[in-house]
């Protein structure tokens, strides 16, 4: 019989919980519970006391877009007048910047561009990577590459060998929402499905890139298909190995077709411990503090969470979506030695592990 004291006794014994045991969780244990669950599991896998970060920029190509989801107010239709296309030089100045801020990562993703197909992208990753040698591009979440081998007419593993050889180093998770197709379908009609997005990622896994997942939750799901959700990422993480980070962020719903309410702050840390717990081969746990806030990234670090994100001197999507929260690397300092941490700059990979540029 499903209970917290044969929940606690797996969890103390390093055993792996099910899915039921998961939705038990989320639906019954108290948040303190949940939270010290959460922190067990974070300290020991990393016990070193260390929070890491990095200092990276995202940049959106461009907004014009024919997936339509309900939940965004990003995007603008093909030929809208609002619509662009950034210019390449543009994208340049922007990654200078962050060049000049201790940063060498960039987290490139755009709409699902009708006009751009693969030669853009090559073309574009190419000269990014001959102005700026030693950047590291991390670019294109799956639904967006899903989309460029359709209108490319290739295949998937022809697209992604083409990106790699162009310059792509590995890929954001976004795009994921709930890995659910009769909640994706409710929130996104012509976006990829819950198989197509699992398959980009295990596939470049295969190639040999790293990828973060990704999950938005809090619109029309319910906490079953949180789960499913979870369950369908820790399956392919079995395979391939090759997530490096988990990412869950609650539904902005200001200025969006979707509308409704958002979830709780509560909810939000209740629905991250339990990813920790279930999420037993995923080592790092991202804040997000960009739909959260500083404050309540501070608390997570209690509730699982091993990793403050990145410093996202640029971000365009949330703040659509009528949240605009903004953390510079001293205040992601402070927040980390708030909580009684040690900051600490890494890469993608999270190999390196460099004092603060500036703290
Ligand atoms: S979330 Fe992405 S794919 Fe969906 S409409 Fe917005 S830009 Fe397009």
């Avoid at 792996?16 to 939705?23: F, G, H, K, N, V």
Wanted: proline share 3%; hydrophobic share 40%; charged share 25%.
């Amino acid at each position: 019989m499903t209970n917290l004291d044969t929940i606690t006794e797996k969890i103390l014994q390093e055993e792996r919980i099910s899915t039921d045991e998961a939705l038990w969780l989320l639906e019954n244990a108290e948040l303190s519970e949940l939270g010290a669950m959460a922190d067990l599991v974070r300290r020991r896998k990393h016990p070193d006391g260390v929070v890491t970060y990095i200092i990276d920029r995202n940049i959106n190509y461009t907004n014009f877009c024919n997936a339509f989801c309900n939940f965004c107010a990003f995007y603008r239709q093909p030929h809208h007048e609002e619509g662009y296309v950034l210019p390449v030089e543009q994208i340049e100045a922007k990654i200078q910047e962050t060049f000049d801020l201790g940063g060498n990562q960039i987290l490139l993703q755009g709409g699902h561009n009708p006009d751009l197909k693969i030669d853009y992208y090559e073309e574009l990753f190419r000269r990014l990577k001959t102005t700026f040698p030693s950047l590291w591009l991390h670019a294109l979440s799956p639904p967006e590459i899903v989309h460029i081998y359709k209108a490319s007419r290739l295949s998937l593993d022809e697209t992604l060998d083409r990106l790699i050889a162009a310059g792509l180093d590995s890929i954001p998770g976004g795009g994921a929402e709930i890995l659910v197709d009769s909640v994706r379908k409710k929130l996104a009609k012509n976006k990829c499905s819950a198989d197509e997005w699992l398959e980009v990622m295990e596939v470049a896994h295969g190639k040999g890139l790293r990828s973060t997942a990704t999950m938005m939750f809090g619109h029309v799901e319910t906490r079953a298909e949180r789960i499913e959700h979870l369950n369908r990422v820790r399956e392919v993480q079995d395979r391939t190995k090759g997530f490096t980070a988990f990412i869950g962020w609650t539904y902005q719903a200001d200025n969006t077709e979707l509308g409704g309410d958002e979830v709780t702050t509560a909810e939000y840390l209740r629905t991250l411990a339990v990813a920790r717990v279930f999420l037993d081969n995923i080592e790092n746990f991202q804040a997000s503090w960009v739909t959260q806030g500083a404050k309540m990234a501070g608390a997570s670090l209690a509730f699982g969470v091993n990793d403050m994100g990145s410093t996202m001197i640029e971000e365009n999507v949330v703040a659509a979506a009528g949240t605009v929260h903004r953390m510079n690397e001293p205040e992601i300092v402070a927040a980390v030695q708030d909580a009684g941490f040690v900051a600490k700059r890494r890469d993608m990979t999270y190999a390196e592990r460099l004092e603060p540029a500036r703290a």
